[in-house]
């Protein structure tokens, strides 16, 4: 049981869950706009919504194939090599799967596991953004921008208790073995003492309108 619990919280590694809704509305009439710092994000014309919903089926295609794969290894050599799984065959598989959606994806955090996974300042703009919805019970949705022909999506990664195995406190949540194993392979981590119902980070994913019909 203990390792089943385990293996549910490493699949979280991948990512816990994505904004359960979007919403759509017409830049010609906007009535809800909300500004991030100095970056205005407004709800999208109806005839976006295929953009959006573009931008959830890369992140959810890119994450079920990570999960997948975890598995498999778990099934193979145990925990110890579904975390070297995520050390050196996560980037390669999201890098696949970013050619076959001829896109940009990356999972990016203020607080990473990774340091390729720093999120940029535009990045961590969209993370205060959800923050501060879930802080505030409040609804939350993805978000598409369009610039020139690309469009730039954003969808959080909220932590649950499955999580917390890999991502809570560690000797309170996290096995000690794993801590150790973790700290080992990344010297620099600091995706650890979430609780439940918390941004870890976000899906930032990039592609252009024309390659994506």
Same mark, same amino acid.
């Given at each position: 049981?203990?390792?089943?619990?385990?293996?549910?919280?490493?699949?979280?590694?991948?990512?816990?869950?994505?904004?359960?809704? &979007?919403?759509? @509305?017409?830049?010609?009439?906007?009535?809800?706009?909300? /500004? =991030? *710092? +100095?970056?205005?994000?407004?709800?999208?014309?109806?005839?976006?919504?295929?953009?959006?919903?573009?931008?959830?089926?890369?992140?959810?295609?890119?994450?079920?194939?990570?999960?997948?794969?975890?598995?498999?290894?778990?099934?193979?050599?145990?925990?110890?090599?579904?975390?070297?799984?995520?050390?050196?065959?996560?980037?390669?598989?999201?890098?696949?799967?970013?050619?076959?959606?001829?896109?940009?994806?990356?999972?990016?955090?203020?607080?990473?596991?990774?340091?390729?996974?720093?999120? &940029?300042?535009? @990045?961590?703009?969209?993370?205060?953004?959800?923050?501060? /919805? =879930? *802080? +505030?019970?409040?609804?939350?949705?993805?978000?598409?921008?369009?610039?020139?022909?690309?469009?730039?999506?954003?969808?959080?990664?909220?932590?649950?208790?499955?999580?917390?195995?890999?991502?809570?406190?560690?000797?309170?949540?996290?096995?000690?073995?794993?801590?150790?194993?973790?700290?080992?392979?990344?010297?620099?981590?600091?995706?650890?003492?979430?609780?439940?119902?918390?941004?870890?980070?976000?899906?930032?994913?990039?592609?252009?309108?024309?390659?994506?019909?």
């Amino acid at each position: 049981m203990k390792h089943f619990t385990l293996l549910l919280g490493l699949l979280f590694l991948i990512g816990c869950k994505e904004s359960p809704k &979007n919403k759509q @509305e017409s830049l010609d009439d906007v009535t809800n706009e909300s /500004k =991030i *710092n +100095n970056t205005m994000v407004v709800d999208l014309k109806t005839n976006d919504s295929i953009l959006l919903e573009k931008g959830k089926k890369f992140a959810q295609s890119t994450q079920k194939v990570l999960g997948k794969n975890l598995m498999t290894s778990l099934q193979k050599s145990g925990t110890i090599s579904a975390v070297e799984f995520c050390n050196e065959k996560a980037y390669p598989l999201t890098d696949s799967m970013a050619l076959v959606h001829h896109a940009k994806i990356r999972r990016v955090s203020d607080k990473p596991r990774n340091i390729n996974n720093q999120a &940029n300042q535009k @990045e961590l703009e969209y993370i205060e953004f959800f923050k501060t /919805k =879930i *802080n +505030n019970n409040e609804p939350y949705e993805a978000i598409i921008s369009n610039e020139e022909g690309t469009t730039n999506f954003f969808s959080p990664i909220i932590t649950n208790a499955m999580c917390l195995n890999c991502h809570g406190v560690p000797e309170i949540n996290i096995d000690p073995k794993v801590t150790q194993l973790l700290n080992n392979k990344y010297p620099n981590d600091q995706a650890v003492g979430y609780t439940k119902n918390e941004v870890r980070g976000i899906w930032s994913i990039t592609f252009n309108n024309e390659l994506n019909k």
